[in-house]
Every structure is written in structure tokens, then in C-alpha cells.
């Protein structure tokens, strides 16, 4: 059995796991930040405790996906947004506990690993994955390995720049694709049109307060065929298609999944998505190639879980 561990800002998650990847038992924690990095990682080892009492064997081994910046190559964060931790080991103390592998990866990789091993890109020895939420998460599969660079930070496809000088992103950079196609990035699109728009049903879903605008307002108004609505979902669209076809383009998956609070309007965004790719692809050129398959990742919050899981696993087969 293999142990995964989804650790978020809010909660801890873990689970054991088969090679299938099909979870067999859970255990939830609130995530205690109030006493520091130690209080993180001492939620994890409780959560480890209750998920594994009562068995009879050790795991073979232990995955944790985290948010933020990671160094795979020694089970620390570097840095986590919304978590006390920095430069914090959180791998030694487990394994000396259970005596088996633990292996640290960032919480979008491993969603993207759990999609590849028990979700929508199953069977696909080639997959990518992103995210849609505050920011824009992204894990990549090659030869159903993930791909985490020589230190364990890749897969940072948020912040490579598709508008030259045009928004502020959170990490300091000008125009990267998490300004843009991030619910922060829907939103921001959404307030431009709205100011030029004061018409727009918009403005009366959000009773006039801008800062009560959210992806939930944009779409509510976009099922009414609101034209503003309509403009900030294809300029919305606009600006997804050309990240995800530059992902196509480099890495030529046989499957693209999209995830996150945003993927819950997949059916208003699927049509245009694909049409827009059509245009941004490097692939049209050819009218034989295979072309990467676009879904929506199924397995929610439970990737993350499956995901770390299936991280750990790949260090003792």
C-alpha cells in the first residue's frame, strides 16, 4: 500500500492508495498553522498516525504534495503562499518513522500524476495538466514520469509570459499566462469590460460592487447571454488557448487536462477552447497528425491525494 498526502492551507488530506490508484481509506485534519513549520508537519505525522492505525504492515511509501516552491531532491519547501513554511524539511521525520521512501512534490504535479494514473488522462504515457484557480498550476508526464526538473520546480507554466509588459503577476513578472487565465485573471478581464460597459447584467449580479465579482458572476451573466459576459469569456478563452497551445506545441501530450475551479464552466468553455487551439496550434499544418486530446480532469480534490501517492510509489518500483 502507498500513502498520499494532500497538504493545503486548510486542510491535510491523506490516504492510502492501491497501484491502481484507487483510495481505500482517508483521513482529514484541519491544518494547524498556528505553531509554525513544526505544527505543519506534526498535523502531517497525525494524519499518517490515524490513516495507518490498525495495519498490520508499514507503507512501501509515503507521497506529499504541497503548495508552493519545492526542492524534490531534498523533501523541503522552499516557500508556501498561506503556509508557515520556509525552507522546512518534511520528509526525514516520516521516514524515520516509517522506515519506507517519502518523496515531496508540488501539489499541481501531483494532481496532474493522479489525473495520468486514475483519471482523465489514464493510459496516456504522455500527459499535462493545469489548474485554474487563484493562480495557475501545471504538472507535466513524460513516458509516465513526471517531470520535475533537475531540482523538482518544473512545471511553473503560470508564469511564462504571453503578453510582453502587459499585467503585473503576483511573482513580479509582466504578462505571464496566471495573470490572465487565473479566476484572478477572468476577473480582472471581466472589470475592464465592465467599465465599459455599464450596462452589462454584471454590474447588477454584483449589486455594484466591483470587489463581489468572482468566475461565478462572469458565467452567471455569460448563461444569459449577456454581451459583456460573452466579450470577457472569449477574451477569457483567448487568453487560455494560447498558454495551452504553447504546451501542445513544446511538449505534444496525447492528452491536456484542465482542472480547477474554473474547469466547473467546462461547458461554456469547451467549444470555443477547441476552436481557438485550432488557430493556435503548430500542429494544423498537418492534416494527418494526431492532434492532443483537450478533456476535463475528473478527479477533484481527490488528484492531489492519488497524485502523491502515485509519487511515492514511483521510488520503490
Not at 498520499?4 to 492501491?18: C, E, F, H
Not at 511509501?61 to 523533501?75: K, Q, Y
Not at 520528509?91 to 518523496?103: A, D, F, M, N, Q
Not at 491536456?256 to 503548430?282: D, H, K, T
Amino acid at each position: 500500500m502507498y500513502v498520499g498526502v494532500d497538504l493545503g492551507g486548510t486542510n491535510i488530506a491523506a490516504a492510502i492508495v492501491n497501484d491502481d490508484g484507487v483510495i481505500l481509506k482517508r483521513v482529514n485534519l484541519p491544518t494547524d498553522t498556528s505553531g509554525g513549520a513544526d505544527a505543519v508537519v506534526g498535523g502531517i505525522i497525525r494524519a499518517c498516525e490515524q490513516l495507518l492505525a490498525g495495519t498490520d504492515k508499514p507503507p512501501l511509501s509515503i507521497g506529499i504534495g504541497s503548495p508552493g516552491s519545492i526542492r524534490e531532491d531534498t523533501g523541503t519547501v522552499i516557500f508556501a503562499p498561506n503556509l508557515p513554511l520556509r525552507d522546512t524539511d518534511m520528509t526525514s521525520e516520516l521516514g524515520e518513522i516509517y522506515k519506507c521512501p517519502v518523496r515531496l512534490g508540488n501539489d499541481a504535479n501531483c494532481a496532474v500524476l493522479g489525473e495520468a494514473n486514475a483519471g482523465s488522462a489514464k493510459g496516456a504515457s504522455h500527459a499535462a495538466m493545469i489548474t485554474l484557480g487563484t493562480g495557475v498550476g501545471g504538472g507535466i508526464v513524460i513516458d509516465g514520469k513526471l517531470l520535475t526538473g533537475f531540482s523538482g520546480i518544473a512545471g511553473e507554466v503560470g508564469h511564462m509570459v504571453i503578453s510582453s509588459g502587459g499585467r503585473k503577476c503576483g511573482c513580479g513578472r509582466l504578462g505571464c499566462w496566471e495573470a490572465y487565465a487565473s479566476a484572478t485573471g477572468l476577473v480582472k478581464t471581466a472589470l475592464e469590460f465592465m467599465e465599459k460597459n455599464r450596462d452589462s447584467k454584471m454590474w447588477e449580479l454584483c449589486g455594484g460592487a466591483t470587489e463581489k465579482v468572482e468566475g461565478r458572476t462572469v458565467f452567471d451573466a455569460y448563461r444569459d447571454n449577456d454581451p459583456t459576459a460573452v466579450l470577457t469569456v472569449n477574451k477569457y478563452v483567448e487568453h487560455l488557448a494560447i498558454g495551452i497551445a504553447n504546451m501542445i506545441n513544446i511538449l505534444e501530450p496525447e492528452i491536456f487536462c484542465i482542472g480547477g475551479g474554473i474547469s466547473n464552466a467546462w461547458q461554456y468553455m469547451e467549444a470555443p477552447l477547441i476552436a481557438a487551439l485550432e488557430r493556435e496550434e503548430y500542429a494544423r499544418f498537418g492534416a494527418d497528425t494526431p492532434k492532443t486530446k483537450l478533456v476535463k480532469a475528473v478527479l477533484g480534490n481527490d488528484a492531489g491525494i492519488i497524485g502523491a501517492a502515485m509519487l511515492g510509489r514511483e521510488w520503490v518500483r
